[in-house]
T-cell receptor, first 113, second 114 residues
Framework: GAVVSQHPSRVICKSGTSVKIECRSL??????MFWYRQFPKKSLMLMAT?????????EQGVEKDKFLINHASLTLSTLTVTSAHPEDSSFYIC?????????FGSGTRLTVV | GENVEQHPSTLSVQEGDSAVIKCTYS??????FPWYKQELGKRPQLIID?????GEKKDQRIAVTLNKTAKHFSLHITETQPEDSAVYFC?????????????FGKGTLLTVNP
């Protein structure tokens, strides 16, 4: 089945620094990647939709200059959290659609100290 | 946009009992309704899905029903086991398997007591 590999699984960074999260589709081409954020005991909130070769579409309330998304190829999409603050600490997870439906990455636990 | 409501937020059952989780959606254009199981710190795992041209789908102990007229769909788990304990999310999309976004319900924490 379709597999999405997400790295890193956990990251701790200092306030003010930037963190990059990668999602790769391993055995299929992901023309669209969805990026979600999940707070503890909460649902998945869509942050943005990235399409290969074009600008990402951000959901209302999501700062596009803070959460930079790049989808330069059909197999790689990245989310960069810029100038991270403690309130950015969360579980970030990507998802791509394929013939098998929606496939999720394993998630990244970001802790900003 | 789409709005998905999910109930209950928590559900506790005895092993062997059945569990039912219900969701409603607002967008009549939605036609793909997956259910995900998520264990703590892990990715959501698809457990069953249904498309709008079908009213019911079953896979062993898990079944999903869909009422398009009323815009609601439900997950039924029979003969529950402790390993069924997890958070379950329903979702809706205008078209599953393509590039349309999923809108998730708020989740149901299911606890199966031995």
């Amino acid at each position: 089945g379709a597999v999405v590999s997400q790295h890193p699984s956990r990251v701790i960074c200092k306030s003010g620094t930037s963190v990059k999260i990668e999602c790769r589709s391993l055995d299929f081409q992901a023309t669209t990647m969805f990026w979600y954020r999940q707070f503890p005991k909460k649902s998945l909130m869509l942050m943005a939709t990235s399409n290969e070769g074009s600008k990402a579409t951000y959901e209302q309330g999501v700062e596009k200059d803070k959460f930079l998304i790049n989808h330069a190829s059909l197999t790689l999409s990245t989310l960069t959290v810029t100038s991270a603050h403690p309130e950015d600490s969360s579980f970030y997870i990507c998802s791509a659609s394929s013939s098998s439906g929606y496939t999720f990455g394993s998630g990244t636990r970001l802790t900003v100290v | 946009g789409e709005n998905v409501e999910q109930h209950p937020s928590t559900l506790s059952v005895q092993e062997g009992d059945s569990a039912v989780i219900k969701c409603t959606y607002s967008d009549s254009a939605s036609n793909y309704f997956p259910w995900y199981k998520q264990e703590l710190g892990k990715r959501p795992q698809l457990i069953i899905d249904i498309r709008s041209n079908v009213g019911e789908k079953k896979d062993q102990r898990i079944a999903v029903t869909l009422n398009k007229t009323a815009k609601h769909f439900s997950l039924h788990i029979t003969e529950t086991q402790p390993e069924d304990s997890a958070v379950y999310f329903c979702a809706a999309s205008p078209s599953g398997g393509s590039n349309y976004k999923l809108t998730f319900g708020k989740g149901t924490l299911l606890t199966v007591n031995p």
